[in-house]
């Protein structure tokens, strides 16, 4: 099965706090990648990060975290020190279907408050 | 460069209408794919159009069709719409087949009363 789940349904944390959001995927194919969106309410889905199967290296870009790990199947997002721009709903994502149709499956997000 | 652009942003429909939503992808990129999404759930895949020719279909019933013009861009069409069809519909453009990249646009809020 492919599928990618995202546990946490809401998370409300203080500005300046740190914030992991969790991401745990099911996936058939040997080499794969996952993504990370953010979507605003404004509604667009921002793209923020994609990682390949082959790379376990955590990626860091500026506050943003990725820790990868293909043991435990899961690709958890950290936000250090949040902000209050960074509220949103955040989309763990896995592209699938090479050979025949190309579709991104997405979990059902997590709606991240940070509060003044 | 112009991104993925969407028309119309918001429209409300009555129960039983048709409601046709049109999608430009991103200058030379041929793919275009086509997901619903429903308040408070991820995005879900209808359609994917690549070179004009449908190439991927998701659960979803043949109320449901969608077409790919010469010049790439989109329409999907919904018929006989039901209060469960309102939703953001987000149509994603890709240079190719892969899903590896692909940009969204900022999606069509389509309300069923």
């Known amino acids: 099965a492919q599928k990618v789940t995202q546990a946490q349904t809401e998370i409300s944390v203080v500005e300046k706090e740190d914030v992991t959001l969790d991401c745990v995927y099911e996936t058939r194919d040997t080499t794969y990648y996952l993504f990370w969106y953010k979507q605003p309410p404004s509604g667009e889905l921002v793209f923020l990060i994609r990682r390949n199967s082959f790379d376990e290296q955590n990626e860091i870009s500026g506050r943003y975290s990725w820790n990868f790990q293909k043991s435990t199947s899961s690709f958890n997002f950290t936000i250090t020190a949040s902000q209050v721009v960074d509220s949103a709903v955040y989309f763990c994502a896995l592209p699938t279907g090479y050979s025949s149709a190309s579709k991104i499956i997405f979990g059902s997000g997590t709606r991240l408050s940070i509060r003044p | 460069d112009a991104g993925v652009t969407q028309s119309p942003t918001h429209l409300i429909k009555t129960r039983g209408q048709h409601v046709t939503l049109r999608c430009s992808p991103i200058s030379g990129h041929k793919s275009v794919s086509w997901y619903q999404q429903v308040l408070g759930q991820g995005p879900q895949f209808i359609f994917q159009?690549?070179?004009?020719?449908?190439?991927g279909r998701g659960n979803f019933p043949d109320r449901f069709s969608a077409r790919q013009f010469p010049n790439y861009s989109s329409e999907l069409n919904v018929n006989a719409l039901l209060l469960g069809d309102s939703a953001l519909y987000l149509c994603a453009s890709s240079l190719g087949r892969t899903p590896y990249e692909q940009y969204f646009g900022p999606g069509t809020r389509l309300t069923v009363t």
């Open positions: 159009y690549y070179e004009k020719e449908e190439r």
